[in-house]
Antibody, heavy 116, light 112 residues
């Protein structure tokens, strides 16, 4: 069974940093591209970043470019999102999802709150 | 960036009746590989999004056959043939043909 489990969310002050993780199981992680998608409270879905299976291709939304870094560890089956210079508008549930063409499996999400 | 426009924003429906919602893109979603990467997702209250339809009209495993997707180019439609109570939620379209990937704003389905 495919499972994606996010962790690392929490309360952080504006300007602070946080690293999210997504633990993958039930499939060959190293064969799939991966994504981060976020959802601000009461709002719609916003694509954040994607990474190819071998980390050779990486894409970011303009809203996070230069502040967030996506990475992965294909040995540990982990996807990461390093978030720096956090702003109030980054407050959201962050989901990881499999495959940038398909988004066929999603995790349960982890809540990031940016507030002083 | 490709703008995905969904309508209506909200759709009150009667149980057992059909429902239809629209998704329009600002550019054609046909990829150079010949595929059209238009997905539909359902998000029930308090849950993660769940994919219902991929590549315009392919239903995911376990998705009831009352859901169907259609369209091409820039115009796409999701239909529910007979709405059931479990269909309440927000439906999003998403294009994965062009970077950056973009979602529509969603259509909220509620029971009258």
């Amino acid at each position: 069974e495919v499972q994606l489990v996010e962790s690392g969310g929490g309360l952080v002050k504006p300007g602070g940093s946080l690293r999210l993780s997504c633990a993958a199981s039930g499939f060959s992680f190293s064969s799939y591209s991966m994504n981060w998608v976020r959802q601000a409270p009461g709002k719609g879905l916003e694509w954040v970043s994607s990474i190819s299976s071998g980390s050779g291709y990486i894409y970011y939304a303009d809203s996070v470019k230069g502040r967030f870094t996506i990475s992965r560890d294909n040995v540990k089956n982990l996807l990461y999102l390093q978030m720096n210079s956090l702003r109030a508008e980054d407050t959201a549930i962050y989901y990881c999802a499999r495959d940038w063409g398909w988004f066929d499996y999603w995790g349960q999400g982890t809540l990031v709150t940016v507030s002083s | 960036d490709v703008v995905m426009t969904q309508s209506p924003l909200s759709l009150p429906v009667t149980l057992g009746q059909p429902a239809s919602f629209s998704c329009r893109s600002s550019q054609s979603l046909e990829h150079s590989d010949g595929n059209t990467y238009l997905n539909w997702f359902q998000q029930r209250p308090g849950q993660s999004p769940r994919r219902l339809i991929y590549r315009v009209s392919n239903r995911d495993s376990g998705v009831p056959d009352r859901f169907s997707g259609s369209g091409s180019g820039t115009d796409f439609t999701l239909k529910i043939s007979r709405v059931e109570a479990e269909d309440v939620g927000i439906y999003y379209c998403m294009q994965a043909t062009h970077w950056p990937l973009t979602f529509g704003g969603g259509t909220k389905v509620e029971i009258k």
